[in-house]
Nanobody, 122 residues
Framework: VQLVESGGGLVQAGGSLRLSCAAS????????MGWFRQAVGKERELVAV???????DYGDSVKGRFTISRDDGKNTLYLQMNDLKPEATAMYYC?????????????????WGQGTQVTVSS
């Protein structure tokens, strides 16, 4: 299984970015997927997750501003990030799990991408 993230970059506070995660080597449509992030000096945290049927959940700090989605035809996961704040600066990782339902626990994710850096300037 290979997960490749893209779309990170430098953006000003209040701006938007859309991250993508291209998956291969797995039956994408049956797996739940998630976005996590890790800032320097901090633990990795959940950003958003989506089940195989499109049920979503979000970390409290991003609710109402970030949207996770998936295109099973393209084997791609997305994260639309709006109204970005400097505290969103982190490496963002996508991950997949063999489970099909919403999975909030990081340890339940089996495969991880290499990450894409998001930097939000104030």
């Amino acid at each position: 299984v290979q997960l490749v993230e893209s779309g990170g970059g430098l953006v000003q506070a209040g701006g938007s970015l859309r991250l993508s995660c291209a998956a291969s080597g797995t039956i994408f449509s049956i797996n739940s997927m998630g976005w996590f992030r890790q800032a320097v000096g901090k633990e990795r945290e959940l950003v958003a997750v989506i089940s195989s049927r499109g049920v979503t959940d979000y970390g409290d700090s991003v609710k109402g501003r970030f949207t996770i989605s998936r295109d099973d035809g393209k084997n791609t996961l997305y994260l639309q990030m709006n109204d970005l704040k400097p505290e969103a600066t982190a490496m963002y990782y996508c991950a997949t799990t063999i489970h099909s339902l919403v999975v909030l626990t990081e340890s339940e994710y089996d495969y991880w991408g290499q990450g894409t850096q998001v930097t939000v300037s104030s």
